[in-house]
């Protein structure tokens, strides 16, 4: 038989030190782990209550049960919590405690909370700068030849409820927004018309938060150096950044393949996606191997589940006019033909949108002044120390032009904020400068508001006022610190031609909102600011444009001639017709107007464009009657051919946390001309509290077009 002797340490009635006091116990037989309980204080109940799942820093509770019948020896009794392949205290993976008192910040602790012949119960404290990740965790008897016994597994996640936690985050509100919300708000479109679509997030599916361990295992860090990665995974810097590398498969055996293209052979298109789970999973069903396929939103949203997952307090952004700048020079530079169509002579480019996510974290690697929300982003556009991955880059670093500062601040600050340069390129080679521009870069930055389905701007986060002294101070200290100069525009012979000072303004300006299957027509304002009359060549094309700036060839044009008096304005009416441009908008949804005038006798030339979002017809779900946890509703459906020709090959996708156990997929063989379809499929909530669903509809002519409910589920009483 063998016996544990258990050192209590108890405060005296009216003392304020601790008197020792020795309790004879038995060997332990069994350990209960209140997994109900703990994971409820641990605000991960969402998860499971079948396992334990707790955040560092924070006491839980474990009650070991003892064998009966045995003599009591004097004996210490020490506990071990470990972590990784190869544990050791050095590296802060293995820590060996007894049971001794109140918790000690910066390490392992235990305390008796109270016992008896049969049991003794435990408050164990991690520390809150404990790596994160699976644990063990043993008792150790040291009478004679030292007795180790497993007690049992738990696992160990950050915690923003803790104010020793380098990722603490104050307000109640905000820690339910960015951690414990299973859904969420993507922005997508362009700078003057975008539109939120939901995402199911699903960070607490009880098997998410095993797959986002798995996915720093199979990390190359990991493969390297399990120990020292293992040791790192305490610093939410180096597992934003690994995660960042992870989520794409660049690199190594990251979650999802990207793909900028019309067809997507074998895989999902990146906008048929609505939600993180049905991703993760698949990833690690089919043996880490990439997902077919993501683009920059969905890249963004499944890591939004990962570091919620993990405790970090994450939110998706969306940068419209959002720039890659691949040389690193803080400028643009776009380059046109006198007929208005884009060319590929620099590899520069303006997304009409991107998305990234900001974490909430410390950062003690760093001068004062930069923690709180940093930009992270796994979308695969260049390397950062040779992985394809971004960040975290200090949004406050961002603001004030601190280049200088990790990680890749440079490159985030170019997207948001960087100058834009237009080129005519004229037929002998000759460049001329259209526009030079400080505004047209990165505005609207969007994120989903607190508490509700709205949305949140917070440019003012990441720039000053367009055109500001301070914005444009910032500018300047940024091209400094990054290039060591403060002029960046070309000089010498071969620098494009200034504009003209003679100023002819071309604008483009919708007669109505478009909508896919109908005619666009828009017309073009030109205004001569000159003494002399003009007669101009305009042409004037539409083109496709995908998301990451780059636009198909032209599918309509139109040229013709006008004479402008001096000091005089026009209005020019034009229409391109769907037939020109439907065909191209099943895997776009934006449009690329572009204007170029060219002056009779000179080489002057004058140009305008503007992104025009086309708009699917409207898909909407109605949920009928109250929903109740376990107790079915009914959820309609309904959608609205407006075209003039019959949809084929239709299918209509649902899902929801919560509220669905696995989606439907509905097949609709043909939907006629403006014929309506209304589909009613059955709701049994299995988790209580806002949830949300989502609807994706898909045809030959419109691709993905996107509806989300919330639903406020009550628990039965």
Known sequence: MTFATLTILRPAASQCFLKHFVFITPAVSSTDFHYEANNKAHHTSEITGQRLILRRGQAFTITLNLHRGSQPEVDKVQLIAETGPSPSEASGTRAVFRVSGPPVKSSWSAAVQNSSSSSVTLSVTSPANASIGKYSLKIQTAKGTPQTSALGEFILLFNPWCADDSVHMQKDNEKQEYVMNEQGLLYRGCAESFSPSGWNFGQFEEDIVDICLKLLDVSPNYSKNPGLDCSRRSDPTYVGRVVSAMVNCNDDRGILLGRWANDFPDGTPPSRWTGSVEILRQWSLNGCRPVKYGQCWVYAAVMCTVMRCLGIPTRVITNFDSAHDTDGNLTIDEYYSVSGQELKLSSDSVWNFHVWVESWMARPDLPTGYDGWQVLDPTPQEKSEGVYCCGPAPVKAILEGDTDIKHDVPFVFAEVNADKVRWVVGSDGSKQKSLSSTRQVGSNISTKAVGANAREDVTHLYK???????????????????NGISDITPNGPDAPKPPASGVIELSIKLQKTPVNGEDITFYLHIVNKNQSSKNLS???????????????????????????????????TLLVPYSKYGASMLENDIVKLTAVANEEGSNEMHMTEKDVLVTNPTLSIEVKGTAVLHQEIKAEITFTNTLSETLRNCLLTLSGIGLIRTKYEIPIRT???????????????????????????????????????????????
């Open 464 to 482: 000053y006022p367009e055109g500001s002294k301070t914005e444009r101070d910032a500018f300047a200290r940024a091209v400094h610190k990054r």
């Open 671 to 717: 939907v006629g001309p403006n014929n309506l379809v209304r589909v009613t499929i059955p709701l049994t909530p299995t988790k209580p509290g806002s949830r949300m669903l989502t609807a994706d509809f898909d045809c030959n002519l419109f691709r993905d077009v996107k509806a989300f409910k919330t639903v406020e589920v009550k628990r039965a009483y």
């Open 538 to 572: 305009i042409t004037t094309i539409a083109q496709a444009l995908r998301h990451n700036g780059r636009p198909e060839d032209p599918c309509w044009k139109n040229t013709q001639t006008i004479k402008i008096g001096a000091n005089g304005e026009t209005k020019v």
